[in-house]
């Protein structure tokens, strides 16, 4: 299917010789899932850097939120001087950037600047290698992601001057599936909907969510590399469609106490041949389907624990895992249920599996990555998921829970000798170090919650 708003170089040269192209935005993701990278001239960029790509600081893969570089990496540090990493535009995902004047965006692999291999710490690297795993034993994986953002009326300046409170959301009452609710966000949604459209990423739909001024835009699936790749367009594009409108937008798992979270529900299925190898002859409760579903399904059911890190990366992603908030709080499956961690959907060629467990502040490399290895696992020793659950899940008190905190993941990531095997020993003890960072940066934090709760009455 041709998709619209892709570019060739030919087609970019043509481009950039009209004048329709003045700058090409090359990036690649750091730990978090920010895009990092430069802004060049589109007729350098064609003359030179889509051939030999570009160089960047080795620190942007050890930097904590604030862009410290954090001591303690192997990969990259003082005592090494920061060098460079090389980044190699994948051409592949060169497209018109619709939402900025005059551009294009390239995403890109970062490489060792002198063996010029893959760089194993990096997110996207993480991803390419479960993907050749499940090439190695003969699979492809199709995937999706399902973003929930809300929108606020204050700039992303006046929403930091207000120190992020008091802030005015889009709609003011629940707005789920709500078409009136829903026209009052179009000012952001439409645009949103076309510029995604006409930069390479087929738009499905959008709808109003459960929160305040919550909303769900949908794109279409792809190749599980494309969707993780069009899963940071799709932010970066949001964000940077807010600005200029006064708006401000966030992808924070949990914004405020009291409101629904958001979520990136993520879809999975395996193929073979051009046919979705989920699908089969046995019933395995409610689903007809094959072995090397119920097998993927119990691996990654099975590694949830350890892998949760890569779902839920930050202190706040671990605020959204509240009963009855419509995120999951216990590792079950059924099928078209939303109290589950895993709801299985569809039927046929479109059997597939949606985990309901990731935030959408993850980064999708990580991600979909932890999601492959899991269930490959499960497919190679043949580990069988627990019987489907039906009902309410968040009543069913003895199920295994999700981790409660950061803290608790990080301990399961850490100790757990899977994670070394499946993701090897540099780049689990590189995240390790990422995480607890993470985690000492908000233990010497104080919060508006203990001022207002010690201020006076302590």
Known sequence: MKIRGMLTVDKLRDQVESG??????????????????????????????????????????????????????????????????????????????????KSAFVLCDVQDEKKHQPVAIAPRAILRRQIERAEEMGFSAKAASELEYYIYRDSYQNAAQKHYTDLTPLGWYIEDYHLLQGSRQEVFTAPARRHLRNSGIPVENSKGEWGLGQHELNVQYADVLTMADRHVIFK???????????????????????????????????????????????????????????????????????????????????????????????????????????????????????????????????????????????IANKIEPPDVFQGDIYAAQHLERVPYTLRDAIDNFEKNDFVKQVFGDDVAAHYTHFFHTEQAAFDAAVTDWERKRYFERI
């Open 236 to 378: 970066q594009c949001c964000k940077e469609l807010a600005d200029p409108l006064g708006l401000s937008v966030t992808f924070m798992a949990k914004p405020f106490s009291g409101q629904a979270g958001n979520s990136c529900h993520v879809h999975l299925s395996l193929w073979q041949n051009d046919k979705n190898i989920f699908t089969g002859k046995q019933a395995f409760g409610p689903v007809m389907c094959s072995d090397h579903f119920r097998w993927f399904l119990g691996g990654w059911m099975a590694h949830v624990q350890e892998m949760m890190v890569f779902y839920a990366s930050t202190i706040n992603s671990y605020k959204r895992y509240e009963d009855a908030s419509w995120a999951p709080t216990r590792i079950a499956w059924s099928y078209d249920n939303r109290t589950a961690g895993f709801r299985v959907v569809g039927k046929g060629g479109s059997l597939r599996i949606e985990s309901r467990i990731p935030g959408a502040d993850c980064n999708p490399y990580l991600v979909y990555a932890a999601a492959l290895a899991s269930g490959l696992d499960g």
């Open 20 to 101: 329709d192209i003045e700058t090409v935005v090359v990036a690649f993701t750091d730990h978090f899932g920010r895009n990092m990278g430069k802004r060049f001239d589109a007729e350098f960029f064609v003359e030179q850097a889509c051939t030999h790509g570009t160089h960047g600081c080795d620190y942007l893969l050890t930097v904590n939120m604030e862009m410290d570089p954090v001591p303690g990496y192997k990969f990259a540090n003082w005592e090494l001087g920061y060098g460079d990493v090389h980044l190699v535009p994948d051409l592949s995902t060169l497209r018109i950037a619709s939402w900025l004047e």
